[in-house]
């Protein structure tokens, strides 16, 4: 099974909850707005990609790459050209990939999957209207601590 990027669907609710991902600045748990939250799921590798904040004042957008309990903390850039009558075409920047140590030997797998996600992460723009997604990979990981 691939990526989708779709609505948090309710039978899903209690385990988006339980995922316990903090806002962008990391001090509240971040609020599931039923029927809009969205994120990037594949069920049959358990991972995940939320929106958790960012994006305005020449700051970053940051995503969390929710794997098997695991959570990255990614930095992202999001861009595009195009209109809603021509079409758009979306770019993302990934800017920081801090892999916890204790799944560092995945690097590779999470870089792999990361990318797969974003292909199909359309975000502000209706699908109907898109015409690419280009993901760009600006950084190596780098460990963090767990």
């Excluded at 691939?2 to 903090?22: H, R, T, W």
């Excluded at 850039?77 to 770019?91: E, L, Q």
Aim: glycine fraction near 8%; proline fraction near 3%.
């Amino acid at each position: 099974m691939a990526f989708i990027y779709e609505v948090v669907p309710e039978k899903d609710y209690d385990f988006f909850i339980s995922m316990g991902l903090k806002n962008c600045w990391g001090n509240d748990t971040l609020t599931l707005s039923k029927g809009s939250t969205m994120w990037c799921a594949d069920r049959k590798r358990n991972a995940y990609i939320v929106y958790i904040g960012g994006g305005h004042d020449e700051m970053p957008f940051f995503h969390d790459f929710w794997w098997n309990g695991n959570v990255i903390r990614m930095e992202t850039v999001c861009g595009g050209k195009g209109n809603y009558k021509t079409g758009v075409d979306i770019v993302w920047y990934i800017n920081k990939i801090p892999v916890p140590k204790k799944i560092w030997n995945f690097k590779d797998e999470i870089v792999d999957m990361i990318k797969e996600a974003f292909k199909v992460n359309s975000d502000w723009c209706m699908k109907e209207c898109l015409k690419s997604i280009t993901v760009n990979i600006q950084c190596e990981p780098t460990i963090s601590e767990d």
